[in-house]
């Protein structure tokens, strides 16, 4: 089991979807796609470089004590539906948003029998605290989630049946 200070870096995540590199683009740069899956937070992107990017957590999140902004950051690079790069910086607490922006690459290339590959470069130098929060293992987190893994899992498994984990 990884711990928090254990936790890399950089972490690469790379998943294989049965959909089009417009139907991931769309997933991961929509609200309407952005709140069916994950953590189900409404992602709001201006796609060109400089834009604002904020992912705003659902009104049960918020109920639980989160604030409406848990993450923002700036598109650094936005190329559909290809390449999309941007800052990252999670502000659920002072701790942790005090850690600065992070840098996260989604990389989208159309593979072979109808399959794309998603690749999900996060650089966490400097950001220990949201490195092992992203790789799922911040045991301080215990009902947090599984980070990037689970994720995308969800974002697999929406595009490819229709439904969410939690659906």
Not at 71 to 95: H, S, Y
């Amino acid at each position: 089991m990884t711990t928090a200070t254990e936790a890399k870096t950089v972490q690469v995540h790379r998943i294989y979807i049965k959909a089009t590199p417009e139907a991931i683009w769309d997933a991961i740069t929509k609200p309407e796609w952005t709140q069916r899956y994950g953590y189900q937070g409404i992602a709001e992107y201006d796609l060109r470089p400089g834009g604002k990017y904020r992912a705003l957590a659902p009104e049960e999140m918020q109920a639980m004590g989160m604030p409406e902004v848990v993450v923002d950051g700036e598109v650094i690079e936005a190329d559909a539906p290809r390449k999309l790069v941007q800052t990252w910086r999670f502000l659920w607490d002072e701790e942790i948003a005090a850690e600065g922006p992070t840098r996260v690459t989604f990389d989208i290339e159309e593979d072979d029998g109808g399959y794309t590959r998603l690749t999900v470069t996060h650089e966490l130098e400097k950001a220990p605290r949201t490195a092992a929060q992203l790789a799922g293992s911040d045991a301080r987190l215990q009902e947090g989630g599984g980070g990037w893994s689970w994720v995308l899992s969800d974002l697999k498994t929406l595009l490819e049946t229709g439904k969410a984990f939690e659906s």
